[in-house]
């Protein structure tokens, strides 16, 4: 592999190439085919893995674990905090976002968060994290991701083994598509409910409702979102299991809202922005709303203002 990529940070190009050396490998076994099938385990939080879940969260760590610059490794796959070093990075990772979707042939993919000086849980927090981004296993290996306040996209060349990263420049574009599961709607929270109507709402013919696009695989959907704008929600529900929404504060809701608040939009759980939420535990689920700001501040006055 090359990588032709110089982060704006000290000491992190060496995490960088072992994610991107993770990527190809676990990019080159979903093109075999190899791992699309359910697994006999399930992950720490209980749900069904594929073969491919463990052979991705192996690839990264073993990777990982060569550099002397990542002080944790966080998992979705794992328990707790994987020492490696007493370095000053720490790594939380969705090793294979989008499973099921990767299952039925949909891009799947990884999300990683790189966060400064964590020793313990509460420290993987939006203020901590300084890099953070995902990569897409589809038609090409793409990654897209926030050095600081850098946000570039790389396109895997599968001929040369050569990287391509480029930034990208000129902020979130704007468009009135969401990206929303709406089973759950007839249990969401009556202010969201309200919300999803007005959005949908034609306003007597005279607006264009939002349109509606969901991949059930969240880089999918958030590679949509940084190439053409929009709102992803995955909303909390008055249900067993999506008390807390589905999807993991620490590996998938704040490296995501890092990237895009990087290109000037931003996020919420409804109340505050997922970069201000505090995390209690490595695992902890969390109601996301991530997108362009004007649609982040309708959510959360749709919320206040919820008669
Ligand atoms: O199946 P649902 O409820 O539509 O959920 C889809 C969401 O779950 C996820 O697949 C996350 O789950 P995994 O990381 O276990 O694949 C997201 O990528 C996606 O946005
Ligand atoms: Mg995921």
């Given at each position: 592999m090359s990588l032709n990529f110089k982060s704006q940070l000290q000491n992190l190009d060496g995490i960088y190439a072992a994610l991107f050396s993770a990527a190809e490998i676990i990019y080159a076994e979903l093109k075999k085919g190899a791992g699309l099938k359910f697994a006999t385990s399930s992950n720490e939080s209980g749900d069904d893995q594929i073969e491919l879940d463990v052979i991705a969260d192996e690839a990264f760590f073993d990777a990982l674990k060569?550099?002397?610059?990542?002080?944790y490794v966080v998992s979705e796959e794992r328990p707790g905090l994987n020492k490696v070093?007493?370095?000053?990075y720490s790594v939380a990772l969705d090793p294979l976002d989008g499973s099921k979707s990767a299952l039925v042939g949909i891009p799947s993919g990884a999300i990683f968060g790189v966060f400064e000086n964590a020793e313990v849980a509460k420290d993987f927090n939006g203020k901590n994290i300084v890099s953070g981004g995902f990569f897409v296993f589809g038609m090409n290996l793409e990654a897209y991701f926030a050095d600081g306040d850098k946000v570039y996209k790389g396109i895997f060349?599968?001929?040369?083994?050569e990287w391509k990263v480029l930034p990208i420049e000129g902020g979130l574009p704007s468009a009135d598509v969401l990206a929303i599961n709406g089973q759950n709607q007839m249990v969401w929270d009556a202010w969201l409910q309200a919300h999803y109507a007005d959005l949908l709402d034609t306003h007597n013919g005279t607006t264009k409702p939002h349109n509606m696009r969901w991949y059930a695989s969240m880089v999918s959907d958030m590679k949509r979102m940084v190439l053409q704008g929009g709102l992803f929600v995955y909303p909390r529900a008055n249900i067993k299991g999506y008390e807390e929404g589905k999807l993991r504060l620490v590996y998938e809701a704040i490296p995501m809202a890092f990237l895009i608040a990087a290109m000037g939009g931003s996020s919420t759980d409804g109340d505050q922005s997922l970069l201000d939420l505090p995390v209690e535990t490595l695992h902890q689920k969390t109601a996301v709303f991530i997108g362009e700001k004007s649609k982040i501040e309708r959510v959360e006055a749709a919320k206040r203002n919820h008669a």
């Open positions: 060569r550099d002397g610059n990542v002080r070093s007493d370095g000053r060349n599968q001929d040369t083994s």
